[in-house]
Nanobody
Framework: QVQLVESGGGLVQTGGSLRLSCAAS????????MGWFRQAPGKEREFVAA?????????FYADSVKGRFTISRDNAKNTVYLQMNSLKPEDTASYYC????????????????WGQGTQVTVSS
């Protein structure tokens, strides 16, 4: 029901910023929770941030990115963003946009739809 396309990744220096975008197509964008996960080579997919359809619309972040990353959404454009500031080498990963028909969770397998990923590389 939903197709997701990420963009905005790239190579940046430590302390730099990037804004990732996730364009969604499909039925009733506002009815879906939206989230961001990341995965480094050989590692499990890791929760980053989410906007949940429950509780009147709630936002939560992984402790590792709180205070540096911001998730937002533009319902008119069917787009969710991840603003990443003060980037660190440990942020290097492929970043994936995800959508869920249910309340957002921090567990990757709970999500229903995924984008193709966009690479973020942070150099020392």
């Amino acid at each position: 029901q939903v197709q997701l396309v990420e963009s905005g990744g790239g190579l940046v220096q430590t302390g730099g910023s990037l804004r990732l975008s996730c364009a969604a197509s499909g039925r009733t964008f506002t009815s879906y929770s939206m989230g961001w996960f990341r995965q480094a080579p050989g590692k499990e997919r890791e929760f980053v941030a989410a906007w949940s359809i429950r509780w009147g619309g709630s936002i939560f972040y992984a402790d590792s990115v709180k205070g540096r990353f911001t998730i937002s959404r533009d319902n008119a454009k069917n787009t969710v963003y991840l603003q990443m500031n003060s980037l660190k080498p440990e942020d290097t990963a492929s970043y994936y946009c995800a959508a869920s028909t249910r309340t957002a969770t921090t567990v990757a397998r709970d999500w229903d739809y995924w984008g193709q990923g966009t690479q973020v590389t942070v150099s020392s």
